[in-house]
């Protein structure tokens, strides 16, 4: 049906949700964290435009919609706390903020 | 065969943005090369014939969520020296051995997996992925999940605003 293998699209998901894991698990700058936070967002989208294309039925393209809408949400909330962390602390390294960890 | 050689080009690219997100040691040059990751996954999703993601791809993340990024860096002004050096610790070491197990086991199983092709007639081709469609899908079957997201994105809205606000 397509040119394209959708094993291809899996595949190139596959790496770009590592490559943000990676990230989240290896950067300390908060605001990068984000950023692969939202590489992960983007490969789920990517998996489900795949299978949507793959069985023919683009409901999937709804989850990817909504995906989409909910990162929205996150990342001003998100941003919005990194900033008021900043404010109260003087950093957004991950480690250092660690008030909570007791 | 176009559509193949286009799918390397973007999967290259994409690959390549996202490794500079995480090695680049100034967060701005990281929001930017997640600003070009996105526009390359764009051409992915126009390949799979997502034309209506696409276009949303490149409006509310590349445009709105990457400015929002962009201006949270700019107003922190931050640099790696507030940061700290490149220490590795345990816990960081073991985070990298992770993923880098997960992305030998997704391989491992997409490998396996059977994908049975599936057909599709000429009147579904014709409307697939399209504004039209979508669209038409998410106002009738979909609409109390929509609305719900208004709801959720409102919340996040004032949300924001309270939280950011150094004194309400």
Redesign the interface.
Known sequence: ????????????A????????????????A??V???V??ML?AA??TF??F?????D??G??S???V??????????G??????V??SRG???VEEIRTMKH | ????VL?WIF?AA??VS??L??VSRD?LH??MS?VA??FF?AG??V????H??AV??VL??AG??MV??LF??M??S?T?T???GGRMSFG?A???A???A??VL??VA??R?Q?P????DAA?QAT??TLA??GE??YTR?LL?FEA?SL??L???V???V??K?RI
């Open positions: 049906m397509s040119a394209v293998p959708v094993q291809n699209f899996l595949y190139l596959a790496v770009l949700f590592t490559l943000g894991m990676f990230g989240v698990m290896v950067r300390r700058n605001l990068v984000f950023m692969c939202e590489l983007n989208n990517l435009l795949a949507a294309r793959q069985r023919g683009d409901t393209h709804l990817a919609f909504f989409i809408a909910v990162a929205a949400a996150e990342a001003a909330v941003l919005a706390i990194v900033i008021a900043f404010r950093t957004v390294n | 065969m176009t559509e193949l799918f999967a994409i690959v996202s490794a997100v995480i967060a990281s929001a997640l990751a996105f996954l992915e999703y390949l799979l014939w997502a209506t993601i949303l791809q509310v993340y709105a969520i929002l990024f949270v860096i107003l922190l931050l790696e507030a940061l700290g960081r073991v985070g990298g992770a993923s880098a997960l992305l997704l391989v997409i490998a997996m994908v092709a599936v057909t599709l579904r697939f992925g469609h979508v899908v998410l979909w999940p997201v959720l994105l919340v996040a809205i949300g924001a605003v939280v950011a150094a």
